[in-house]
């Protein structure tokens, strides 16, 4: 253990995801006031945010894919200013095209009116009406369910089960707990200007194609938001490393002459200790933490030093385990999926603007977001998506995005924490830049359907005996990687959202990330800034309205800070 740095709060922050790299990133800019070491389990940056190498980049015609997170709304405004204005990547816009059911019953998609979507108009009509409804009564419906909520306005059980189930799912995953999410949240991702996924449309519920953005090489981003975070000197940032312990307030911390007591251990990759070396165990001192992890990580490195409030509220927070394949099975996903147009599903409408929807459709419709529902029970789901035709990289687009606004060039931030095919950590600089395909950058064409990359999400261990996971030929599986998942339940509107006031700032400690709120890339960036802020850091686009909107809201919300609603408000 060392001495605390003159004039400097000492402060640990655990995990490395986008809350933590945000709270980095705000404390890193008064280096004269921080002293910050930031831990994290995993070999990479990035938590839920990270990058793959594939293991045959001529066939799939891209070196890497991100397995994780696919990309955002355009009104995510936090993380691309972060991406573009202090890292200089950019994202690329690209239009959302989905492929909800499979056969004539149950088959519908934005592109193109559908019969199902014209057996549904007057329910769509009525669903924009309802979300300014719930929009009004907010506080009321965050603790009503979504199927409780299409009960009390009269919906259809269809309705309900063949779209605005698929809906949440594709975006929250939420381990089948589809119909139990709050009502709120539902609005929040139509009407709210923060953190808005679709664009409703009453004639097809969503808008013809709406923009999506789509991420440039996580593993770069993350690899350049580390650099970026050091250069002042006074963020140390170390991957592989398991926090075993926290003590707060003991006997221990004060006669260490801090506050908090981190005990903590060196892991191999695959999260194992190491045996041996002067690296597998330190216990070190603090003045403040910062705990950027999942709910559960918390409680048990807090242990038995877990408030009553803190064990209410994070006890709360549920968490369903998925498991996504990463594959090149075609043949599984015609099987399961409706992967190319078909005027039989066509609408029997004859108005210029279906015609036109419709000869599009023929033309141009590549769904990046495809969701099968279960026969026995259509509110349970698989999704999948057709990395292909969602992530740019496969188009000739660079690593590093557009080479727009100053762009990294591909030289900078290697990297060095891609997973390989293996699980290796890290590729060499020279295969990482070398072109898997003489294609020009922009270029629309793509390899054929049969040499796409897929991935599909098996949601809820507990509802495996669904799944059709095994009908994946295994000689077309790239990649296999389990996910822990939060559920957006209603009782998280209920337990946990309302009350994090109550334990951020307690014991010298601060909550982050997207468990918080809603499991967004966005709201975890946000989180993390809020946390540094309540340490005495800056928010460092208060200058932004777009930007700080949010953050001013989350900030009244989760740290009790009700001047900032105001802010938030009135820009």
């Known amino acids: 253990m060392t001495g605390p740095p003159p004039n400097k709060k000492r402060v640990i922050v655990v995990g490395a995801g986008a809350s933590g790299m945000s709270a980095c990133h705000a404390l890193s800019l008064c280096p004269d006031k921080f002293d910050v070491t930031l831990y994290d389990k995993q070999c990479s940056l990035g938590g839920s945010a990270t ?9 799939y015609g891209s070196q890497y894919i991100n397995d994780g997170v696919q990309g955002a709304s355009p009104v995510f405004h936090n993380t691309f200013k972060v991406f573009e204005s202090v890292l200089g990547f950019k994202a690329q816009e690209v239009g959302l095209q989905i492929s909800f059911g499979k056969g004539k019953d149950t088959f519908w998609s934005n592109v193109f009116p559908s019969e199902l979507v014209d ?56 381990g089948n707990d589809t119909k139990h999410i709050s009502s709120a949240i539902l ?75 981190v005990t903590s251990r060196k892991v191999d990759k ?22 950027a992890c999942d709910a559960d990580t918390i409680l048990k490195v807090l242990g038995k030093g877990t408030s009553w409030r803190e064990r209410k509220v994070l006890g709360s927070v549920t968490y369903k385990w998925d498991i996504t394949s990463t594959h090149n099975d075609v043949e ?23 015609k036109e929807s419709f000869a599009f459709a023929e033309k141009n419709w590549k769904p990046l ?40 060039s591909e030289s900078s931030a290697p990297p060095t924490e891609r997973q390989g095919p293996q699980g290796r950590q890290g590729d060499s600089q020279e295969a990482s830049l070398s072109k898997p395909a003489p294609r020009s950058e922009g270029s629309s064409e793509q390899p054929p359907l049969s040499d796409h990359v897929f991935q599909t999400i ?29 559920s957006h339940r209603w009782t ?44 005495g850091a800056p928010y460092p686009f208060q200058d932004d309205k777009e930007c700080s909107r949010l953050f001013y809201l989350y900030n009244a919300l989760s740290h009790l800070g009700f001047s900032n609603i105001k802010k938030a408000l009135t820009g």
């Open 187 to 261: 609005e929040r991702v139509f009407l709210d200007p923060s953190m808005r996924l679709f664009e409703y449309s009453e004639d097809s519920l969503l808008a013809s194609v709406p923009t999506m953005m789509a991420f440039p090489e996580l593993a770069r981003v993350y690899a350049a938001w580390r650099d970026e975070v050091s250069k002042n000197g006074n963020i140390r940032v170390e991957t592989s490393r398991e926090v075993t312990e926290i003590q707060r307030g003991t006997r221990e911390a004060r006669k260490a002459g801090g506050n908090i007591l």
């Open 458 to 486: 098996f949601l809820n261990r507990d509802l495996s005996d669904k799944w059709t996971k095994d009908e994946i030929r295994a000689d077309k599986v790239i990649l296999e990687k389990w996910w822990k998942q939060q």
């Open 332 to 354: 599984y996903m015609e099987r399961h999926y409706q992967m190319t147009y078909d005027a039989k599903y066509n609408a029997d409408r004859h108005d210029d603007k279906s």
């Open 119 to 174: 057996r549904f108009s007057d329910d769509i009509k009525k669903f924009g009406k309802t979300l300014r409804t719930i929009k009004r009564f907010e506080v009321f419906f965050a603790v009503i369910p979504v199927h409780r909520m299409l009960r009390l306005f009269g919906f259809s059980d269809d309705f309900g089960e063949r779209m605005v189930y698929p809906l949440v799912a594709l975006f929250f995953g939420t």
């Open 369 to 408: 977001y495809l969701i099968k529902m279960y026969d026995d029970d259509p509110a349970l789901i698989e999704m999948s998506f057709d990395l292909t035709n969602y992530q740019p990289q496969f188009g000739g687009v660079p690593a590093t995005g557009p080479n727009e606004g100053g762009a990294r």
């Open 51 to 59: 990058s793959y190498q594939l293991p045959d980049p001529a066939k």
């Open 492 to 535: 998280h509107y209920a337990y946990v959202v309302p009350w994090l006031w109550a334990i951020n700032g307690k014991n010298h400690t601060q909550f982050c990330g997207g468990w918080t709120l809603v499991n967004m890339h966005e709201v975890a960036i946000v989180s993390g800034y809020a946390a540094a802020y309540a340490l």
């Open 270 to 291: 695959d999260g194992k200790p190491l045996a041996t070396g002067d690296e597998e165990a330190r216990t070190e001192v603090y003045d403040d933490l910062i705990l």
